[in-house]
């Protein structure tokens, strides 16, 4: 950065304009070689259907890679969810370096991957453990990292506190803690979501692909109205939104997800929990079906308060009840109104953070779209979304978790659990007493 700029940013308390070459704004606005040549090949169209093409394209090969990891199965999901959250914590951390100058900072990157790391081996080993607990148990090298987990966590945790404490410099007191709370808002956002989501997988795979796949048709559709039929200026953060565009992809949304949510419950795989079968040393997604996945009879919210007497809405009921209904339905509209009308903001958020730090871009990893923050700020929201209202509507106490816990116990400790857990059922007549 130059020293006019560096001036500028002491005097004003901000970055420096856009043109100034330590501004990430101008090392992140010359695209990849691949948008290059895209854009090389479609020379003879005006920008505007340039920039449609490009984004087209990577649309799908995004949906297709996409497709390919949820073929592999819930693990490959869990992967790739912690693959784009580094990927977004990269960018995030990359905008806080170039904007206060932190190249003379020592230690600033190595520290937010340390934090990091140790966020990750907390929450993801929770996860682990509690999911896993049988299977991990039978690893004998793991027992110690099994038992100590939380206190190896802590410890991780407590040496990155020491490592900037060290680290820190006179002159730049105020910069070192201000991006020390940069990372940790940072880890805040991407560690919960990242976590809630992979918790998502192992309730079943459609509370993590279906979500996904409503931000993605929101996104996808609200540009195509927005870009033929866009005339209403939506928000002032973002100018490209119009209201056409935020309409036509909310209605676009709920069809789309019924048709979708439709088809994947149809399949085992994709609505039971990820378990351990301990006879079968495998993972399976066998279950009884949770009753929102099993098909019922048609009715019509209220109807029966509604028009009693009325033969046109008995036959329109009638009608509906012919068509295969599941309880889940409901639950995909609620959701598919959550991502087309409140998961946009998160978009509305990113856009805000970008314009306060004179960026277009969190980076140019995604021809024609940007960096991977820009295409999963909305599925940070809704992941978190999604993981409330599983466990606010849908979830039911099962005894799998319990039966993970006492299998996890020694074999003497275990039969204590079952005399104390026979008697106890014995005195509340549930049954015979021996």
């Known amino acids: 950065m130059s020293d006019k700029s560096a001036s500028n940013l002491k005097a004003n308390g901000r970055p420096p304009s856009s043109n100034a070459p330590g501004n990430p704004a101008a090392t992140q606005s010359t695209p990849e070689e691949s948008s290059n040549i895209l854009q090389r090949l479609l020379a003879p169209l005006s920008p505007r259907w ?23 199965g819930p693990l490959a999901i869990v ?30 990157r190595v520290l937010s991957w340390f934090f990091l790391f140790a966020s990750n081996y907390f929450f993801f080993g929770e996860s682990m453990i509690d999911q896993f607990r049988i299977l991990l148990h039978r690893k004998q090298f793991l027992e110690p990292l099994l038992t100590y987990h939380r206190l190896i966590s802590f410890s991780l945790y407590c040496g990155g506190i020491v490592g900037f404490v060290v680290s820190l410099v006179k002159k730049h007191y105020l910069k070192q803690f201000t991006l020390f709370g940069w990372t940790h808002v940072t880890l805040l956002f991407l560690i919960t979501s990242s976590h809630l989501m992979i918790r998502n997988v192992f309730d079943g795979v459609i509370w993590v692909i279906l979500p996904c796949a409503m931000i993605i048709c929101n996104d996808m559709m609200a540009y195509v109205f927005g870009f033929f039929f866009g005339r209403t200026p939506l928000i002032k953060l973002s100018p490209k939104k119009t209201w056409e565009g935020f309409l036509g992809g909310g209605f676009s949304t709920i069809v789309f997800s019924l048709l979708l949510g439709h088809c994947l419950i149809q399949f085992d795989s994709m609505v039971c929990p990820i378990e351990y079968d301990e006879l079968g040393n495998t993972l399976n997604t066998n279950c009884s079906r949770h009753p929102v996945f099993q098909p019922v009879q048609f009715r019509l919210p209220f109807a029966e308060f509604l028009m009693e007497d009325s033969s046109t809405l008995l036959g329109f009921e009638a009608l509906l009840s012919s068509i295969p209904w599941y309880q889940f339905h409901w639950h995909t509209i609620c959701m598919a109104s959550f991502a087309s009308i409140v998961a946009p903001f998160g978009g509305f958020f990113a856009s805000g953070f970008k314009r306060a730090f004179k960026i277009k871009d969190f980076s140019n990893t995604i021809p024609g779209h940007g960096g991977v923050m820009d295409r999963f700020d909305c599925q940070i929201i809704m992941g978190i979304f999604v993981y409330v209202y599983f466990h606010t509507f849908i979830m039911v106490t099962s005894p799998h978790h319990l039966l993970r816990q006492v299998y996890s116990l020694r074999p003497s400790d275990q039969l204590k659990f079952y005399e104390a857990l026979t008697e106890g059922l014995a005195k509340r007549g549930i049954v015979p007493a021996v």
């Open 79 to 108: 992967g790739l969810i912690l693959l784009l959250q580094m990927l977004c914590f990269k960018e995030i951390i990359g905008i806080g370096h170039a904007i206060y100058r932190s190249h003379d900072l020592p230690w600033f």
């Open 50 to 72: 340039q920039n449609w093409v490009i984004r087209t394209i990577m649309s799908f090969v995004m949906i297709s890679s996409f497709s390919l990891i949820i073929y592999l």
